[in-house]
């Protein structure tokens, strides 16, 4: 591809994404209703070799029209409501075609001085903007998703624990490895027990606190009947992860109960904000996070609801020598001048390569700006409060748990999980939006997650209409 095909391609591209966001991502049904394989046989169909030499991109990107959208399930979409976001926006997209096109790794700061020092910059500024801990300044690092920056927590809180000897002698040998005990409740996200795994701690050192059956949050009083049990057996908890909304209802964990808990036993605590940490952008919210301020380590997503392109997690660690300690290595061709002056990420989380992702959020948070970005999440918040009168004033729903942000759970009231689970398959097939369930004391629900960057109060209204219709044919 030679400079100038690059541009008319470029500018092709451009072109389409913003038709595609701006109002085409509304033609395609929101869920793909492709089947297993169907994409791989009509690439195939296409070619099952590599090309010997250089095709044109009208070829490539006639394929892509042909043969790919049609297994996309458009994420964009202003009527995705499954999950929880994945939000792009115009600026986000703009950071990451800067970041491809100076294709920097800033694995060191010496690799290069600007990404490490926006990135550091950037997450101080959201510090203030978000109210968090003052100790968090000059202590985060960006991570690409959530489940990678509460591995580090996990491994950073092994090693705390083992007095810094798991990294040295391995845990087979190190003292008190075998009993070390990490505590979730049984609403957290799986990413934890994975972390458990990879960390070496083995399956068996999860405890599953108990939640209050109402609000689906952690049970602070079983928390410390479960640390004071395995202390009196001879064991050593590590770490308690708390979640700041969780992903099955958006619950939120009292997080100074538990920092108490830690703070007592000197185990390290973890907070969880995967989606919900966005909130905290609105001051009214911030009351969601009473007792950050005891977390060791704290992470959130502006990769699901600030509007920033996947991937991007943001993970503060109270005292980041602790991290250092935990992924430091030194070998003689990664020493660099000004090495003990500077941040080096490379010492901050598991890879050593890393993207210059500070970039995308610096562009998001200068071009929407502060207002800009309240506005849009009080809007998803506002939006969802409406969808919820929707359900509550009609009396063949019910509402599955406390509506929190902009989530809503919901269930046919007095129905079957089979007859709810129909009316899901039902709304998705249409095409014209897409929901995802959950199950909440042993009911089926329907989850709508208002957070996509484009979604309007019409959109959240029709897929009301949509759900009330549906709800008439089964
Ligand atoms: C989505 C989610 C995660 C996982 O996020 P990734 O960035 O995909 O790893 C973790 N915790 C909670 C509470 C979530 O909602």
Redesign the pocket.
């Known amino acids: 591809m030679t400079p100038d095909e690059f541009r008319r391609a470029g500018h092709e591209l451009i072109d389409w994404i913003a038709d595609y966001l701006d109002s085409g991502v509304r033609e395609y049904p929101v869920c793909s209703a492709s089947r297993p394989g169907e994409i791989r046989q009509a690439l195939e169909s296409v070619s099952t070799s590599v090309p010997a030499t250089a095709e044109s991109w009208d070829a490539v990107w006639s394929d892509v029209q042909n043969h790919l959208l049609p297994g996309v399930t458009h994420w964009q979409s202003p009527r995705f409501f499954a999950y929880?976001p994945a939000n792009v926006s115009y600026p986000a997209i703009l950071g990451d075609l800067l970041s491809a096109g100076l294709g920097v790794n800033g694995m060191m700061w010496a690799t290069s001085p600007a990404a490490t020092e926006l990135e550091s910059f950037v997450l101080d500024l959201l510090v203030d903007l978000m109210g968090l801990p003052e100790h968090f300044k000059g202590a985060g690092v960006i991570q690409d998703?959530?489940?990678?920056a509460?591995l580090c927590a996990v491994l950073c809180a092994r090693e705390q624990a083992l007095e810094w000897q798991g990294n040295t002698v391995g845990l087979a040998r190190a003292d008190g490895a075998m009993g070390l005990t990490v505590y979730v409740s049984d609403q957290a996200?799986s990413?934890i027990e994975k972390a458990i795994k990879v960390a070496g701690l083995g399956r068996h050192s999860l405890r599953i606190v108990p939640c209050d059956l109402e609000t689906y949050a952690m049970d602070v009083s079983a928390l410390t009947q479960m640390v004071e049990a395995d202390l009196a057996d001879g064991r050593k908890p590590a770490l308690v992860c708390a979640?700041l909304?969780?992903?099955s209802s958006l619950a939120i964990d009292p997080i100074a109960d538990i920092g108490s808990v830690c703070q007592q036993h000197r185990i390290w605590l973890h907070v969880?904000g995967?989606?919900a940490g966005s909130a905290l952008i609105c001051p009214e919210c911030r009351f969601l996070a009473a007792g950050l301020e005891l977390a060791d380590s704290y992470c959130f997503?502006p990769?699901?609801w600030l509007f920033t392109n996947f991937?991007c997690?943001v993970f503060y660690v109270r005292r980041p020598e602790r991290l250092i300690r935990t992924f430091s290595i030194m070998p003689e061709y990664l020493k660099t001048a000004h090495m003990d002056d500077v941040i080096n990420y490379r010492d901050w989380h598991i890879p050593l390569g890393r993207r210059f992702r500070s970039l995308k959020l610096w562009f998001v948070l200068r071009l929407f700006g502060v207002e800009g970005l309240r506005a849009r999440l009080r809007n998803h918040i506002e939006w969802a409060a409406q969808f919820v009168r929707m359900v509550t004033s009609d009396a063949r729903f019910e509402l599955a748990a406390p509506p929190s942000l902009g989530l809503v759970c919901f269930r046919l009231k007095g129905r079957s999980n089979d007859d709810n689970k129909r009316l899901l398959n039902n709304l998705n097939e249409s095409g014209q939006v897409f929901l995802s369930h959950t199950v909440l004391s042993g009911k089926y629900a329907l989850r709508l997650s208002v957070g996509q960057t484009n979604t309007t109060a019409d959109d959240v209204r029709a897929a009301w209409t949509l759900v009330a219709r549906m709800a008439d044919e089964l």
């Open positions: 929880f998703t959530a489940s990678s509460s996200h990413s979640t909304g969780t992903t969880d995967a989606m997503n990769h699901k991937d997690d």
